[in-house]
């Protein structure tokens, strides 16, 4: 019976063993990764090229998701408001709503799923048909030449996204709310312009968009070059990308929206 129940507490505790292993071996990636950051930015171009492929290339699901989301927040939005008899402050509801919230998240969310995983991807294939270890025989440091660029590609277009993602919203909510349905365009945007503050409001977004990117970055640069060098390794290094990208960016919300807006 007890060797049984020795043999159960095992079981169960090796998982737990070895995501705290995982832990470990991530934050040594992570600092070894902002050591090399100064290699990296020797060469912009590579920084440069990686900003492109991170965030050019997902302009299209960012603007087009961004306007969508918009115009449903322009109709919700207007439904609740004109109960109260305050139709006029739409603009408020839409912009708020974007620049705290489902700006940053939506769009980070978005950028896990395509330019995270993208990443990991990559990475991953490099591993796998050993460019990895080519670059090391030939005393070229991978973190340095491959890993860091992308790293930095990511957090710099993270934010540039999100705040793409909140303009395209709220010109989706003023073609529902004032093109639409009716409310008045210069109360929309007198309301905008006086309720939205450029620190509180904006700031606030602008940090949390700039924190979901370095998390997004780090694990989808981390797993890809953690991945086992074969092809349903890559793919699950992959999946976890996106599943944990996204989970760690909501919450990350919730944490970053108690501290800047609930004043915890």
């Known amino acids: 019976m007890s060797e049984w129940l020795d043999k159960r507490l095992r079981n169960l505790g090796a998982p737990i063993v070895d995501a705290l292993i995982k832990l470990g071996f ?7 990764l902002l050591w090399h950051s100064a290699t990296a930015w020797r060469r912009p ?9 991170s965030g050019v290339l997902s302009l299209v699901i960012i ?27 739409l603009g408020v509801l839409v912009s708020l709503s974007l ?24 990475i991953g294939l490099m ?14 440091n991978p973190i340095a030449r491959v890993v860091a660029p992308r790293f930095w590609g990511g957090v710099i277009a993270m934010p540039i996204l999100a705040a ?7 010109l989706g909510g003023y073609v529902v709310g004032v093109m639409l349905i009716g409310v008045d365009a210069g109360s929309f945007w007198a309301q905008m312009q006086s309720q939205v503050d450029l620190y509180y409001d ?21 797993e890809g070059f953690d991945a086992p060098p074969t092809a349903e390794g890559v793919s699950g290094a992959t999946t976890r ?24």
């Not at 998701?65 to 004109?82: A, C, H, I, K």
């Not at 705290?100 to 991807?121: C, K, Q």
């Open 164 to 170: 793409l993602f909140s303009t395209m919203g709220i």
């Open 127 to 140: 591993r796998a048909t050993e460019q990895l270890a080519a670059m090391e025989m030939m005393a070229v």
């Open 202 to 222: 904006i700031g606030n977004g602008l940090i949390k968009s700039v924190a979901f990117g370095i998390a997004v970055s780090v694990i989808a640069v981390f």
């Open 26 to 32: 991530g934050f040594r990636f992570f600092m070894a």
């Open 45 to 53: 171009a590579l920084v440069v090229r990686e900003v492109y492929f």
């Open 241 to 264: 990308t996106v599943v944990t990208s996204s989970l760690v960016i909501l919450g990350l919300d919730f944490v970053l929206t108690a501290f800047m807006f609930r004043g915890v």
């Open 99 to 122: 620049l705290r919230e489902l700006g940053p998240v939506v769009a980070g969310l978005l950028f896990a799923s395509r330019a995270g995983s993208a990443i990991t991807a990559e």
């Open 63 to 89: 603007l087009v998701s961004g306007l969508f989301v918009g115009m449903v927040l322009g109709l919700q939005g207007y439904d609740t408001l004109v109960r109260f008899g305050a139709s006029e402050a």
